[in-house]
């Protein structure tokens, strides 16, 4: 595995790079505040956006670790920051990672985080040299589930009730894709 860090990548219409800790305001307001895009995420909307701040500021630290893989997306068009995507909890020794993401609501449905994920998977398997990313989508997430198809990833199974929210349990969807399966 190659131990990189999180370099920059762009795509047609994105520009995926480090956060920085005074990008926070803007993704506060872009998406963090929004059940909308928390529904399908076992946490809540963040309430406090110095409580945000503070996350942000720590994701920004964290790219002193060479296996941290965290990018904010960024419209190239007007430069709005307009979601997050990472590969996360990567296990050096199976060559894996899990990948999450969260997008803006005025963005969706416009194929950007299909073209977002193809590209961290491009980077994920040429780049760090990883053989497997999976992915859980909450039961009802059918966007999401759409953009791990369209990316190539298979379904595995469902981890029934993994989660508890707002006084329910949930079920999530396994996706994973290999390095071998990528691009076919």
């Known amino acids: 595995m190659n131990r990189i860090g999180t370099k920059a990548i762009g795509t047609k219409r994105c520009i995926l790079r480090r956060i920085c800790a005074d990008d926070y305001k803007m993704m506060y307001e872009n998406w963090?505040?929004?059940e909308s895009v928390c529904r399908y995420f076992p946490f809540h909307p963040i309430e406090d956006i110095q409580i945000y701040q503070q996350k942000?500021?720590?994701w920004?630290?964290?790219?002193?670790?060479?296996v941290?893989?965290?990018w904010v997306i960024e419209w190239k068009e007007n430069k709005e920051l307009i979601g997050t995507i990472n590969l996360g909890n990567v296990e050096e020794s199976c060559l894996?990672?899990?990948t999450c993401y969260m997008l803006s609501?005025?963005?969706w449905g416009r194929g950007i985080m299909t073209e977002v994920l193809c590209a961290v998977?491009?980077?994920a398997f040429n780049e760090i040299g990883l053989n497997r990313v999976q992915a859980e989508v909450f039961a009802g997430n059918a966007a999401s589930e759409h953009v791990l198809i369209k990316c190539g990833m298979q379904y595995e199974g469902t981890a029934r009730q993994k989660y508890y929210k707002n006084g329910t349990f949930i079920d999530t969807a396994q996706y994973a894709i290999l390095r071998q399966d990528f691009g076919k």
Do not use: I, N, T
């Not at 920004?60 to 060479?66: C, E, K, L, R």
């Open 68 to 70: 941290y893989f965290h």
């Open 56 to 58: 942000v500021q720590r």
């Open 96 to 98: 894996m990672s899990d």
């Open 32 to 34: 963090a505040k929004y």
């Open 105 to 107: 609501p005025q963005y």
């Open 121 to 123: 998977l491009h980077y």
């Open 60 to 66: 920004s630290d964290s790219y002193a670790s060479d």
